[in-house]
């Protein structure tokens, strides 16, 4: 199984432009979530998903699109990206509404 | 939004020796869990402890949710311990968001 992955790892954007940065689970799980990471900050939730077709906003969630159309994928959206969008991104999947959450390896993403 | 608080922010120990970290937290959750994030950013589950004890080798977490703190035993300290040790809780009165404390970061030096 290789569990939660995300890409791309690295990504250097300019103000404005957009992207999306890439998330699957092959461990059938029904709750994916974003995290951000900036220093000093923790993790904070952006977005999360308890099931296919669901998804609903965490913490931070202003200037952030996420889908869930599948059980697999849920990708997070940079509709116009922002200096202060530069983080570390970590994607997560546990189970359901309980139990261990897993974490991928993290992407880093630098605005200009 | 609930509260996470951490401490102590910063330890440092040398090889061999003992910590306890604890996290507290303001309102009743129905999810616990303990982290260690290591130097190259890894985020690993240690524990998965809304209540009790539990145990893994050298680790030990114990949760007392009446009292609103978990506590997180390190033993025998290695230098492949060091990292920052972050506490997630989720409310149970708004499951889906689990939230994070701001860490403790441990460096365990030879």
């Known amino acids: 199984n290789a569990g939660v992955t995300q890409t791309p790892k690295f990504q250097v954007l300019k103000t404005g432009q957009s992207m999306t940065l890439q998330c699957a689970q092959d461990?059938?799980?029904?709750?994916m979530s974003w995290y951000r990471q900036d220093p000093g900050m923790g993790l904070r939730l952006i977005h999360y998903?308890?099931?296919?077709?669901?998804?609903d906003q965490g913490e931070v969630p202003n200037g952030y699109n996420v889908s869930r159309s599948t059980t697999e994928d849920f990708p997070l959206r940079l509709l116009s990206a922002a200096p202060s969008q530069t983080s570390v991104y970590f994607c997560?999947?546990?189970?359901?509404?309980?139990?261990?959450?897993?974490f991928g390896e993290g992407s880093r993403l630098t605005v200009l | 939004g609930i509260q996470v608080e951490q401490s102590p922010p910063d330890l440092i120990l040398q090889e061999g020796a003992n910590s306890t970290l604890r996290c507290n937290f303001s309102?009743?959750?129905?999810?616990l869990q303990w982290f260690h994030q290591n130097p190259w950013g890894q985020l690993i589950n240690l524990f998965y402890?809304?209540?009790g004890t539990k145990q893994n080798g050298r680790l030990s977490a114990t949760t007392v949710a009446t009292e609103r703190y978990s506590l997180l035993y390190i033993s025998s300290s290695q230098t492949t311990d060091s990292g920052v040790y972050f506490c997630?809780?989720?409310?149970?009165?708004?499951?889906?968001?689990?939230?994070f404390g701001q860490g403790t970061t441990l460096q365990v030096k030879p």
């Open positions: 461990m059938n799980h029904e709750y």
């Open positions: 997630a809780v989720e409310r149970s009165s708004n499951t889906g968001k689990l939230i």
């Open positions: 997560a999947s546990r189970l359901s509404w309980a139990g261990e959450l897993f």
């Open positions: 998903s308890v099931g296919a077709g669901i998804t």
């Open positions: 309102d009743s959750v129905n999810n």
């Open positions: 402890i809304p209540s």
